[in-house]
């Protein structure tokens, strides 16, 4: 069984930075894709960025140039480097990890750790 902890959330003021941590208790697989979702309350759960084992990222436009989706595969942690945020930005963060470079219905999820921008 694959357990993710997130870390790194906070309170922060718009314009600022912050840098999540999730940290895998092993990889699903050799192969495989890990994502960091946000989901705000009343809002539907949304995808930010994934990547795949072999480095291969994919970006939602809401996000695409301000956040960063990296790995270090040594220490088994995903990052998202999260620049220029804003009010809206605020929500609860989660990473997600999935086997065989499948970035869809992902099997594993974190708790989350909750940012929150003020203005």
């Known amino acids: 069984q694959v357990q993710l902890v997130e870390s790194g959330g906070g309170s922060v003021q718009a314009g600022g930075s912050l840098r999540l941590s999730c940290a895998a208790s092993k990889y699903p697989y050799s192969t495989f894709c890990m994502a960091w979702f946000r989901q705000a309350p009343g809002k539907e759960r949304e995808e930010l960025a994934s990547?795949?084992?072999?480095?291969?990222?994919r970006y939602a436009d809401s996000v695409k140039s301000r956040f960063t989706i990296a790995q270090d595969n040594a220490k088994n942690t995903l990052y998202l480097q999260m620049n220029s945020l804003k009010p809206e930005d605020t929500a609860m963060y989660y990473c997600a990890a999935n086997s065989f470079w499948k970035c869809y219905d992902y099997k594993f999820w974190g708790q989350g750790t909750q940012v929150t921008v003020s203005s």
């Open positions: 990547i795949t084992s072999d480095g291969r990222t």
